[in-house]
């Protein structure tokens, strides 16, 4: 017995002395901290072809429950997989006036990733009277370079036409798995007009809301009584173990000007408000602790980041 409680005490000191990355552990594993216990509840929004659970597995793998285990109240959304952030927003909007009434609680904590970006921004811009903060994870903010390679198809054209078809066919097959709520049709092409970089300045224009004034700057940290905060990576290979490292390397190739990626997103395309971190060393999906939490080994884990961040947002009175 001594030899046992020996052991478990080393084992609890070691964890203790690895720093920030590991410093929840003990609420992680006993549930007694309200480390993560924010003052609104913390609303997931997900990207481009995203999910909210699907046969079982979990877009946000692994964050719900941290974020639960330290006394956060979490839920998890799921929206049109492929549309324009403007419908994916109204749907979101219904959602999240769900949430309040039955949370009871009169506003939330958006976290959008990629897609989700911009469509918690949307909701933010439309209904601040909901929405405390609005918190954007490697968001295309000013479009993305993969966004507009695909957009050089012509419009109208049989390769344009034969590629969004099956892209939309794709969201339809995720669409019945996850059993999404969502009504609206899949709009691949819609997806890519607001994905790319004329349509993100569209977007931008109408809803400027914690967009930086320069290139890569910040934007402003509250607007309308909604703090804005961002982060995102740039590693695009991260893990050789994790299969979809080579989609991301791949993807990475069509950031012909040289920007700092995670893949998918540019570096200084994902600011918006408070920019937390631009260079975490994780891609597009490790950025939601995909594939199965095969992330960096040199990086904070991504279920810390978004711990770290809720403790952020209940330290400022959110």
């Known amino acids: 017995m001594k030899k046992t409680t020996t052991l478990l005490a080393l084992g609890l ?55 639960r285990s330290g006394g956060a109240s979490v839920y998890t959304t799921e929206v049109s997989q492929l ?11 219904e959602q999240v006036e769900d949430i309040v009434a039955l949370s009871g609680k009169p506003k939330v904590n958006l976290i959008g990733h990629s897609h989700g970006g911009p469509t918690v921004r949307y909701v933010a811009a439309m209904r601040p009277d909901l929405i405390a903060s609005a918190t954007s994870v490697g968001a295309p903010h000013t479009g993305s370079d993969l966004a507009d390679f695909l957009k050089l198809f012509p419009d109208g054209s049989l390769t344009q036409t034969i590629v969004s078809e099956l892209v939309n066919q794709i969201g339809k097959m995720i669409h019945f798995l996850s059993g999404s709520p969502s009504t609206n049709p899949q709009d691949s092409l819609g997806s890519l007009e607001s994905l790319h970089s004329e349509g993100a300045a569209r977007f931008n224009a109408k809803f400027p809301q914690g967009m930086p004034l320069r290139k890569c700057g910040e934007g402003a940290y509250k607007v309308n009584g909604v703090n804005y905060y961002s982060w995102s990576g740039t590693s695009p290979l991260t893990n050789p173990l994790d299969p979809s490292d080579g989609m991301m390397g791949v993807a990475s190739l069509t950031f012909i000007g040289g920007e700092a990626n995670d893949g ?13 971190r631009d260079n975490y060393r994780m891609n597009h999906l490790d950025e939601v602790n995909q594939f199965f939490g095969l992330t960096s080994l040199f990086e904070t884990d991504p279920v810390t980041v978004y711990r770290q961040h809720a403790n952020r947002l209940k330290n400022d009175g959110l």
């Open 264 to 276: 998918m997103v540019g570096r200084c395309s994902s600011h918006l408000g408070k920019v937390i």
């Open 13 to 67: 000191g070691a964890c203790l002395t690895t720093g920030a990355a590991h410093a929840s552990l003990l609420d992680r594993l006993f549930g007694t901290s309200d480390y993560t216990k924010t003052r609104y509840p913390i609303v997931l929004s997900h990207g481009m072809l995203g999910w909210d659970s699907m046969l079982g597995i979990d877009y946000w793998y692994g964050i719900p429950g941290a974020l």
């Open 83 to 93: 549309n324009t952030s403007e419908v994916r927003g109204e749907e979101l909007i």
